[in-house]
C-alpha cells in the first residue's frame, strides 16, 4: 500500500475535487426549488465544462428552468461578471461552482 493512501493523505487534485461543491451566493427562492435549480445548473457546467462553453450552459440551465418551473428564465454563466436586476420575487439564484459564477432568475 502506498504511503499516501495509508496514512489518508490526498494529493492536491483529489483535494479540489473535493472541495468542488456549489458555492450558493445568494438565494430566495424556496428551498425545493432551489435545491432543483443548483442540480440543474451543476449538471450543465459538468456537461460543458471541459470546452468552458459558457453560453450553451446558460442556453441549457434556462431551457431547463423553462421546463420546470414555467417560462420567463433569464440566466447568465461566467467568470468575473456583475449584475443588477429586477425580477420577482423568490425567483433568483446565485452561485459559484468552481470558479464558474452562475445567475439565474425568472422575469
Keep these: 500500500m502506498n504511503a499516501t493512501k495509508k496514512n489518508n493523505i490526498i494529493d492536491e487534485e483529489e483535494f479540489k475535487k473535493y472541495l468542488l ?8 427562492m424556496p428551498t425545493e426549488m432551489g435545491n432543483d435549480a443548483v442540480d440543474i445548473a451543476t449538471m450543465a457546467i459538468d456537461k460543458f465544462q471541459s470546452t468552458n462553453d ?4 446558460s442556453a441549457l440551465i434556462k431551457n431547463s428552468l423553462d421546463k420546470k418551473f414555467g417560462p420567463s428564465w433569464q440566466c447568465a454563466v461566467g467568470e468575473g461578471f456583475g449584475f443588477d436586476i429586477s ?21
Design 21 to 28: 461543491k456549489p458555492l450558493v451566493k445568494y438565494s430566495d
Design 54 to 57: 459558457y453560453e450553451s450552459t
Design 87 to 107: 425580477c420577482q420575487q423568490k425567483y433568483l439564484l446565485h452561485l459559484y461552482y468552481g470558479r464558474v459564477g452562475v445567475l439565474c432568475y425568472k422575469s
